[in-house]
């Protein structure tokens, strides 16, 4: 089993609308959550940290729920230029600089 | 402020031969990471420097991958002999904490064995 799993979409969205999507990670020992951002043959960039209390950066809410040991990623009034691959990250407490990446979720903004 | 830059861009070489890849991570980060992502899987975690101490290799797939970051700057990658399923696409990666929360990734070096 992949340490950290996500629906690989794609998420065909129109734009305006709303867009939510989860990623499970099977370690109960990870500590540390992310969302990536990668835009097709570049680089991944970091989109947002994820917190045990949830957190927002503008149109992007980020939650946590350990219990059931997934994160969720939602974008609000999407925008064309949100259409990338999104990458869910985990890290382990005994291995900081080891990123777990999920394959990504494919999101694309429609016109 | 420069990135992280990665050396070549793309490299198309046959089974057997050797490749090296390098990377220069931003300048200050102690911390240096390579990472592979093989075409249709996930981004996989294959070392981590310290400087020039390596301190976490439990990555890397066998013996025919050497890294190397010598000074604490610069790193490289060699692949000797490179095999079909090594193709892919290699990432640096740097950060400045040992406890990034971010991660600065190069654009990658796409490596496809003939």
């Known amino acids: 089993r992949k340490e950290v799993e996500q629906d690989p979409g794609p998420f065909n969205v129109p734009e305006g609308a709303t867009v939510a999507f989860n990623c499970t990670y099977s370690?109960?020992?990870?500590?540390?959550f992310f969302w990536y951002r990668q835009d097709c043959r570049k680089e991944p960039k970091l989109l947002m940290s994820v917190y045990s209390s949830g957190n927002e950066d503008g149109r992007f809410t980020a939650q946590l729920n350990r219990a059931s040991q997934y994160i969720s990623l939602l974008i609000r009034d999407s925008k064309l230029s949100d259409s990338a691959t999104y990458l869910c990250?985990?890290?382990?407490?005994?291995?900081?600089?080891?990123?777990?990446f999920g394959a990504g979720t494919q999101v694309v903004v429609t016109p | 402020e420069a990135g992280v830059t990665q050396f070549p861009s793309h490299s198309v070489i046959e089974k057997g031969q050797t490749v090296t890849l390098r990377c220069d991570p931003i300048?200050?980060?102690?911390?240096l990471y390579w990472y592979r992502r093989v075409m249709g899987k996930e981004i996989k975690f294959l070392l981590h420097?310290?400087?020039?101490?390596?301190?976490?290799e439990s990555g890397m797939p066998n013996n025919r991958f050497l890294a190397e970051r010598t000074g604490g700057t610069y790193s490289t990658l060699k692949v000797q002999p490179a095999e079909l399923e090594d193709s892919g696409v290699y990432f640096c990666?740097?950060?400045?904490?040992?406890?990034?929360?971010?991660?600065?990734f190069g654009e990658g070096s796409r490596l496809t064995v003939l």
């Open positions: 300048s200050g980060h102690d911390n």
């Open positions: 990666a740097s950060s400045q904490d040992s406890r990034p929360g971010e991660l600065f």
């Open positions: 370690n109960s020992a990870s500590q540390s």
């Open positions: 990250v985990v890290t382990r407490s005994d291995s900081w600089g080891k990123f777990q």
């Open positions: 420097f310290v400087k020039e101490s390596k301190q976490d």
